[in-house]
């Protein structure tokens, strides 16, 4: 009886009866700041460097142009009630994060990148026109270059800028490229040559069906922002690749790691 069940666990495996379950990768939301208790600002440096030194597989943070054409490190589009966009760089620098840092440059960030192998989640903010964003897409890879980071195993790319992602698509097709909107279905992202969807928890929930088809088509899924337990056994059970949280310790703990 033994034998005649592992057999047909065998039989099942190589006849894709079993679905093979995927490792997920954890990401720290904006750097690991509001994550158990960290202390640190959002898309900080002092938060980047924690999710580094606590072994996470991948940081999340946003760029931006400032007013002189600037890249900057920050999640919130305006800061006192006025855009990024309207601020010179200069005007920056007297405003502090809440741990003290300054707003860094892209520049700033990366080298703080450069200290591990975490993979740096750069997410291209959706700018005033597609002009500017792909403006700040094209700042962002040439500010990688310098750095000696523009690597497919240390960056990838993501963006609410279904232009952006094309455009990221075609300039840099071996890099990981995801799909932030949820309005799309895998078939239309990957039509465009976008390789990954990022979408949020309430999107897989509704179509659970988008992670299969999104593997059968070769593209890798994320989801944000998951942080709570329920959602993140769902997730995991779904097969989705990294889940970005802003509680990676939790994550880590439900994943057995």
Same mark, same amino acid.
């Given at each position: ?83 990024? $966009?309207?601020?010179?760089? $200069? ?160 994550? $880590? ?5």
């Amino acid at each position: 009886m033994r034998l005649r069940c592992l057999f047909l666990v065998l039989v099942a495996l190589l006849s894709g009866g079993v679905q093979q379950v995927r490792a997920q990768k954890i990401c720290a939301h904006r750097g690991f700041w509001k994550c158990e208790e960290a202390g640190n600002a959002q898309n900080s440096i002092a938060s980047l460097r924690l999710a580094q030194e606590n072994g996470f597989w991948g940081s999340e943070f946003d760029v931006h142009l400032t007013a002189d054409d600037v890249v900057v490190v920050n999640h919130d589009p305006s800061l006192n009630g006025i855009s990024i $966009r309207k601020h010179t760089y $200069r005007r920056l620098l007297k405003t502090k994060l809440p741990n003290g840092e300054r707003i860094p440059t892209l520049g700033e960030y990366l080298k703080q990148g450069a200290q591990s192998s975490c993979m740096l989640v750069l997410e291209i903010k959706p700018q005033k026109t597609v002009h500017k964003t792909l403006k700040l897409a094209k700042a962002c890879v040439e500010e990688l270059r310098r750095h000696q980071l523009l690597d497919p195993s240390r960056v990838m790319f993501i963006s609410f800028s279904f232009e952006a992602c094309c455009w990221i698509a075609e300039e840099l097709p071996g890099f990981g490229n995801q799909y932030l909107e949820g309005d799309k279905d895998p078939e239309t992202v990957h039509a465009a040559g976008i390789n990954g969807i990022d979408y949020e928890y309430g999107v897989f929930h509704k179509h659970p069906d988008w992670v299969e088809r999104a593997h059968a088509l070769g593209m890798e899924v994320n989801v944000w922002t998951v942080d709570n337990e329920r959602e993140m056994k769902y997730l995991s059970e779904l097969g989705v690749d990294v889940i970005t949280t802003n509680r990676p310790l939790l994550l $880590r703990k439900v994943l057995g790691e």
